[in-house]
């Protein structure tokens, strides 16, 4: 099972500050060896988001798909949202999907699922339009400036924390025996604290959303091939979910690739000219605001 956005999914939005061209493509796939697709994802402008059930868990596809059907009707779409919009969507979805779990003979069937996303938003006086990225698990948001991949979520994730704390080798972490294990997630309490940062729009900008079905299956560097190096129609989210599927498809895998353009395109393009014989890749998780001083 597919879902898939065309690469031309394009919409212009006149702001404060000028007119901004978004480009979406989108895909999920159910992989070559599950037999559920539980990644739901959103890719609408304002809102591009993606959605993991949680694996072994009760209901974890209609987790991840009541978290779409909440952003869906707390946002509206064609127009920049604000901050108390999404988060509002995100506890909102918390409450749905905790609505989700069911009470049997064998105890509480808990249903959950990750969330990860970026969204335009109007950050009020002094701030003007921003992107909010927001993360809830191991899902994550990756910006893209055509020669650099920089990490800007944090995995709320078992093995990250071990890695915080300088007790596991970033090397070792897809063999470690707890790499599966999330430590917050939509559903799992009656209230959930996302982790939110706002950048700056400026010129030509791109974010890929993914569950980690993605990023067990293609490293950093194959991620950064794909998105200098794409030319399918099918826009270069097909082409990650595509590559991730040859090196195995284990897990459902979802890409959603947004890229806005501020000002004349042209110019933006200039700016961020691609090297695909000399593509940098980087993960800079400390340049990213850590989780105890996340904006929310």
Same mark, same amino acid.
């Not at 990644?39 to 978290?67: I, K, W």
């Not at 339009?129 to 800007?152: A, C, E, H, P």
């Given at each position: 099972?597919?879902?898939?956005?065309?690469?031309?999914?394009?919409?212009?939005?006149?702001?404060?500050?000028?007119?901004?061209?978004?480009?979406?493509?989108?895909?999920?796939?159910?992989?070559?060896?599950?037999?559920?697709?539980?990644?739901?994802?959103?890719?609408?402008?304002?809102?591009?988001?993606? =959605?993991? %059930?949680?694996?072994?868990?009760?209901?974890?596809?209609?987790?991840?798909?009541?978290?779409?059907?909440?952003?869906?009707? $707390?946002?509206?779409?064609?127009?920049?949202?604000?901050?108390?919009?999404?988060?509002?969507?995100?506890?909102?979805?918390?409450?749905?999907?905790?609505?989700?779990?069911?009470? %049997?003979?064998?105890?509480?069937?808990?249903?959950?699922? &990750?969330?990860?996303?970026? =969204?335009?938003?109007?950050?009020?006086?002094?701030?003007?339009?921003?992107?909010?990225?927001?993360?809830?698990?191991?899902?994550?948001?990756?910006?893209?400036?055509?020669?650099?991949?920089?990490? !800007?979520?944090?995995? $709320?994730?078992?093995?990250?924390?071990?890695?915080?704390?300088?007790?596991?080798?970033?090397?070792? =972490?897809?063999?470690?025996?707890?790499?599966?294990?999330?430590?917050?997630?939509?559903?799992?309490?009656?209230?959930?604290?996302?982790?939110?940062?706002?950048?700056?729009?400026? %010129?030509?900008? &791109?974010?890929?959303?993914?569950?980690?079905?993605? &990023?067990?299956?293609?490293?950093? =560097?194959?991620?950064? $091939?794909?998105? *200098?190096?794409?030319? #399918?129609?099918?826009?270069?989210?097909?082409?990650? !979910?595509?590559?991730?599927?040859? *090196?195995?498809?284990?897990?459902?895998?979802?890409?959603?690739?947004?890229?806005?353009?501020?000002?004349?395109?042209?110019?933006? *393009?200039?700016?961020?000219?691609?090297?695909?014989?000399?593509?940098?890749?980087?993960?800079?998780?400390?340049? &990213?605001?850590?989780?105890?001083?996340?904006? #929310?």
């Amino acid at each position: 099972m597919r879902w898939t956005v065309p690469a031309d999914a394009e919409q212009t939005l006149e702001l404060p500050g000028g007119r901004v061209l978004i480009a979406a493509s989108a895909r999920s796939d159910v992989g070559r060896v599950r037999h559920v697709n539980e990644d739901s994802f959103l890719a609408e402008t304002p809102v591009f988001l993606v =959605a993991d %059930g949680m694996g072994g868990h009760a209901r974890g596809d209609a987790a991840s798909q009541a978290v779409v059907a909440t952003f869906r009707r $707390h946002l509206e779409f064609g127009r920049v949202s604000t901050p108390e919009q999404v988060l509002d969507a995100i506890h909102t979805a918390n409450d749905a999907v905790r609505a989700l779990s069911d009470d %049997g003979d064998e105890g509480t069937s808990v249903a959950g699922t &990750t969330l990860a996303g970026v =969204a335009l938003v109007d950050a009020g006086a002094g701030q003007g339009v921003r992107w909010m990225v927001f993360n809830i698990g191991d899902s994550r948001v990756y910006s893209w400036d055509g020669r650099t991949l920089l990490q !800007v979520s944090v995995d $709320h994730s078992a093995v990250q924390e071990l890695m915080d704390a300088g007790l596991l080798d970033p090397s070792e =972490a897809e063999r470690h025996p707890d790499r599966n294990v999330i430590t917050r997630a939509i559903g799992a309490d009656a209230y959930v604290e996302p982790d939110v940062w706002l950048l700056p729009t400026t %010129g030509r900008q &791109t974010f890929l959303v993914c569950s980690d079905g993605l &990023t067990k299956e293609l490293d950093l =560097a194959g991620i950064a $091939h794909v998105l *200098a190096c794409g030319t #399918s129609p099918d826009g270069r989210a097909s082409e990650l !979910v595509d590559a991730a599927l040859a *090196a195995g498809g284990r897990d459902n895998v979802t890409a959603v690739v947004v890229e806005s353009t501020i000002g004349d395109p042209a110019a933006a *393009a200039d700016e961020t000219t691609r090297d695909r014989d000399d593509v940098e890749v980087a993960v800079d998780v400390e340049a &990213t605001t850590p989780r105890d001083g996340a904006q #929310s």
